[in-house]
């Protein structure tokens, strides 16, 4: 009797001093896996696992493994925002990022911040996300449609000062935010002198494409402006080039991805010019290390190149990493403050979140498509783009004093 009493205080002693596993850190991946802009979701998917995996691998954030938590967006704000509860209230997430449609994103990020969570943006670029409808809680990694226009306007203003253009524009925030930017910094504001037409959003069809197109080329104008994204920029160009309309005019994607260039294909897309906060190629032409690290492992992982929306991903679970890291906890105030002003330099050369509305600040560059023979000299037949024009995040972004007047007009507070 008494050795089975030893022997049961033996085994309660050994529970009690055992080490408990450490609960995993849950984070949110709230993207498009269906809808006229998946090809990007599924970047920023395969973005955020590698993350996830490298964390882990390394030991995770302060010793917790870290779970990413996905959610299907299909494009639709309503579906965001519910999502995004659903992460946060049933599964129990820290943070939530994603996104493609800028009014996705500021739905869903409304969403967070009702809950308490932050909300980085992974692809949203209208100026209203850190805007006039931005919050304490939103977060946008890459760039916006204001720091688009201007460096798309030092190379426009340049090769094509006095041109006339046209606008195709999705009808919608992020459209609408994009070409009143770039209208603003090319001079073209008169919208008689440079004509456009709106496109229906989400559901343009192959016809509403064709129609401004045949608008487009009627006008006579030299620049074509595209301010369409996703499938609904692959769509529009290939109808361009059937028409010829890519030989006599030049084509501008302000916001240009690697996965819509891919789908469009390198014949057709040779010579479209365009604006990007990142491309793969951006690490080896300025030798930014951990920017080769991030494309080796990427393509060697997936058998592809990262598009923009891969690396904000991927970035931004490092960015949350390392702000749980500096400040040893996850509550959500801390972290709104420790990622306020913060400077780092990770796939490129420093960036940063600046304080008063939480836009990250860095380098934009300005693009055009290689000729088909160059891109398929890439392992990956990848090699779509040449850096043309860049311009520093701080020339590139608002000033407070814009920022503020944005706000202004919204009716909304001068803080956040």
Known sequence: MLCKKLLLSLLLTLLATAPVAAETLKIGLNYPQTGRYKDQGLQQRLGAFLAVDEINKAGGIMGREVELVIRNTSGEPDKGAKNTAELIDREGVQMVFGGVSSAVAIASG??????????????????ATTGAAGHSHMFREPYNAWMTAKVLSQYLNTQHAGDEYFYITADYTWGWSVEKSVRKFTNTENTDAHKGVKTPFPRALITDFRQALEQAEQSGAK??????FGDDMVRALNVAYEMGLTKKMQVVVPNLTLGMARQVGPTIMEGVVGGSPWVWSVPYQYNYARGKEFVEAFSSRYEMRPSTAAASAYSIVYQ????????GTTDTRELIRALEGHRYTFLKDEQYWRDFDHQNIQTVYVVRVKPRNQIMEDEYSADYFEIIDSMPGDEAAQTRQEWEARRKEAGQPLNL
């Open 320 to 327: 949350y990493k390392d702000a749980v890291e500096r400040t």
């Open 223 to 228: 620049v074509l402006m595209m301010v369409l």
């Open 110 to 127: 409304r969403a967070a911040r009702d809950r308490n969570r932050i909300y980085f943006g992974t692809l949203t670029y209208s100026n």
